[in-house]
Antibody, heavy 122, light 107 residues
Framework: QVQLVQSGAEVKKPGSSLQVSCKAS????????ISWVRRAPGQRFEWMGG????????NYAQNLRDRVTITTDESTGTAYMELNNLTSEDTAVYYC???????????????WGQGTLVSVSS | DIQLTQSPSTLSASVGDRVTITCRAH??????LAWYQQKPGKAPRLLIY???TLESGVPSRFSGSGSGREFTLTINSLQPDDFATYYC?????????FGQGTKLEIK
């Protein structure tokens, strides 16, 4: 069974960039879609984007496409999410998860990483 | 974006009770709906996908129904471990939208 393990908590300054990693173990990685979902305090879960490593296909949420980049390193089974030009509104718990609706996939999020707490503050 | 509205927002119940949570979409999403359980400090756990298919390993007291715009999650014979927050989520559109959540509390 695939497990997803994320990098640790981060504290960032406004205007800086963030990178969170998500390492898969115990199962297939390349043919799955890996999505990034975040939950800001008092807000709903928000899908940020998803990537299918085997195809290199990436889909982004419309409101974040100018600031977010999702990549993978198939040799290590790791997905990365980079978010630029951070503001306090980016303070959230960030999750990677297997699944989501993309141009090539349509599945629920069946495996989740443990979450990474990101705080953006001056 | 698909707007998902869950009701109620908070639900108080006792061990052994049967409870139902509703999720309404403002547009039809056929059966592309999932239900998740989340406990404090933990990631969500998939319970139901395809509106009514039980995820492997999930107890059979959980069930889902509905299609189109209205969906329900039912938990029969509540157990102490079931007190958590529940979310619906659509994977019909590229928004992958979530409901606002229903907190299930012990009465």
């Amino acid at each position: 069974q695939v497990q997803l393990v994320q990098s640790g908590a981060e504290v960032k300054k406004p205007g800086s960039s963030l990178q969170v990693s998500c390492k898969a173990s115990g199962g297939t990685f390349s043919s799955s879609v890996i999505s990034w979902v975040r939950r800001a305090p008092g807000q709903r879960f928000e899908w940020m984007g998803g990537i299918i490593p085997m195809h290199g296909t990436v889909n982004y949420a419309q409101n974040l496409r100018d600031r977010v980049t999702i990549t993978t390193d198939e040799s290590t089974g790791t997905a990365y999410m980079e978010l630029n030009n951070l503001t306090s509104e980016d303070t959230a718990v960030y999750y990677c998860a297997r699944g989501g609706r993309t141009t090539l996939t349509q599945t629920a999020f069946d495996v989740w990483g443990q979450g990474t707490l990101v705080s953006v503050s001056s | 974006d698909i707007q998902l509205t869950q009701s109620p927002s908070t639900l108080s119940a006792s061990v052994g009770d049967r409870v139902t949570i509703t999720c309404r979409a403002h547009l039809s999403i056929p059966n592309w709906l999932a239900w998740y359980q989340q406990k404090p400090g933990k990631a969500p756990r998939l319970l139901i996908y395809g509106a009514s298919t039980l995820e492997s390993g999930v107890p059979s007291r959980f069930s889902g129904s509905g299609s189109g715009r209205e969906f329900t999650l039912t938990i029969n014979s509540l157990q102490p471990d079931d007190f958590a927050t529940y979310y619906c989520q659509e994977y019909f559109t590229y928004s992958n939208s979530f409901g606002q959540g229903t907190k299930l509390e012990i009465k």
